[in-house]
Structures are given as structure tokens and as C-alpha cells.
């Protein structure tokens, strides 16, 4: 679904934008959405080679791990409760 955005950028960036758009025979809006939705994979391609190092650092839990108790445990030790 697509809505409508206002942004204020510096006249010379808009009128480079434009000219880039122009040459890719795209408008200035679907540059701009591309530019940003590369950004937002890159950002999530980074946050998923954080997640797979993370991923098995302490071993893995039983399958039958209630949570709300080791949750509670924890906050139990820390917090003195």
C-alpha cells in the first residue's frame, strides 16, 4: 500500500536525485524507496549475522524449559524477590 510522504532535503540533492532518476528512467519517489528499502535489508542481513553467532552460544534447553520459571528464577536471584 502506498502513502504519501513530505520530506525537506537541500534543493542541489533534490535536483541530483532527480537527474540520477531521470537517467535510470525511474521517478525521484521510487528512487528514494529503494534507496531506503536497501538500507532496511542491509540492516536486517546484519541483525541475522548477530542472531546465527548468538544462536547456540549457551547450549541448548530441554524441550520441556518452562520459561516463566527460569525468568522467574532469575529475576529471583537478581532482584532478591
Not at 537541500?10 to 534507496?35: C, N, Y
Not at 516463566?68 to 532478591?80: C, E, L, M, N, P
Request: glycine share 6%; aromatic share 4%; net charge positive.
Amino acid at each position: 500500500m502506498k502513502a504519501k510522504l513530505t520530506l525537506s532535503l537541500d534543493k542541489v540533492v533534490i535536483e541530483k536525485g532527480r537527474k540520477i532518476a531521470k537517467k535510470e528512467h525511474k521517478s525521484l519517489s521510487m528512487l528514494v524507496e529503494e534507496l531506503l528499502d536497501g538500507e532496511i535489508k542491509r540492516d536486517t542481513r546484519e541483525n541475522q549475522k548477530i542472531i546465527e553467532k548468538l544462536h547456540g552460544m549457551f547450549g541448548k534447553a530441554d524441550e520441556d524449559t518452562n520459561w516463566k520459571d527460569v525468568i522467574r528464577d532469575a529475576a529471583s536471584k537478581k532482584y532478591g524477590a
